[in-house]
């Protein structure tokens, strides 16, 4: 069968616009993910605090990670409560190191490192290589102004943040859909609703930058519980520096030997 030449040309030009959009749509979320992760290999020492319902303190836990290129990090606990406990990242891979066991235990990324920030909150800082979706255009960057909310005069006067749509590429990540608002001129991250593989809204993440009126990084993920206890995780990252760690760092059965690791 033989289609018609305006025809061929239409199914063309949609083709190149639908690529348009996914590859505007990867220069946005690397454009966000320096905000979190400013180079491939990282060190980024990092401190969680969780907030009862009513504002209280609750627990305190810090934390060194090594953010690697290719999906590899490594977490080391600093807290008394779990000194020397590790957990190792390879791409959808998840283990536990404990000192005293010579077995690395399969884990997955949400099980919980304290409060409702879960393993692969702390252990994955970019979105770029794990999602694609759709930028679904402009709106207010107020978290009151969720999709569905009434606008007012004074609403349409607060700042505007695009709105991307975001669908994991694998099952292995922590969430499985993803909706980020990033800011409409330097694309810094405002705020984000976190799914579940059930496609229940799992968390609400906001992020605190270090220079509201012109941001280069982010300071604080502050994650809200949407499920069950409502309380409030501050995720802090205290300091960041370039460090790529030696190779055999990223080997589970290395690991379990308990090696110093400075």
């Keep these: 069968m033989k289609f018609p030449t305006i025809f061929l040309l239409g199914l063309a030009l949609a083709a190149g616009v639908a690529s348009a959009h996914a590859q505007d749509l990867t220069t ?15 060190q980024v020492e990092t401190q969680i605090n969780v907030l009862n319902a009513d504002g209280s303190a609750d627990k305190e836990r810090r934390y060194t990670v090594f953010a690697q290129a290719n999906r590899q990090s490594l977490v080391l606990m600093q807290s008394p409560a779990e000194k020397g406990q590790k957990v190792l990242m390879l791409g959808d891979d998840f283990w536990l190191l404990m000192p005293n066991s010579q077995r690395p235990l399969r884990i997955t990324p949400m099980q919980k490192l304290l409060g409702d920030a ?18 679904l255009g402009e709106e207010p960057c107020d978290s009151a ?16 943040c695009l709105h991307l749509s975001l669908n994991a590429n694998r099952k292995g990540v922590t969430y499985q859909r993803i909706e980020l608002w990033i800011g409409k001129t330097r694309h810094e991250p ?18 605190v930058m270090d220079k509201p009126s012109a941001p280069t990084m982010v300071l604080e993920m502050v994650l809200t ?13 205290l300091s960041r520096k370039a460090r ?4 055999e760092w ?8 308990n090696p110093p690791i400075e």
């Excluded at 976190?194 to 992020?207: H, N, P």
């Excluded at 790529?244 to 190779?247: A, F, L, N, Y």
């Design 118 to 135: 879960s393993t692969g909150d702390v252990a994955t800082m970019s979105w770029a290589d794990d999602y694609s979706g759709k930028l």
């Design 225 to 237: 519980d949407q499920v069950s206890n409502h309380k409030t995780t501050h995720v802090r990252y």
């Design 145 to 160: 102004n969720a999709p569905g909310s009434a606008q007012t005069a004074t609403t349409l006067q607060k700042p505007v």
């Design 250 to 257: 990223l080997n589970p059965m290395f690991l379990v030997r």
């Design 244 to 247: 790529q760690v030696p190779t």
């Design 190 to 207: 405002i705020r984000a609703d976190l799914y579940v593989l059930s496609d229940k809204l799992a968390k609400q993440a906001s992020f």
């Design 28 to 42: 946005l979320l690397k454009a966000t993910d320096k905000f979190r992760m400013s180079a491939d290999n990282l």
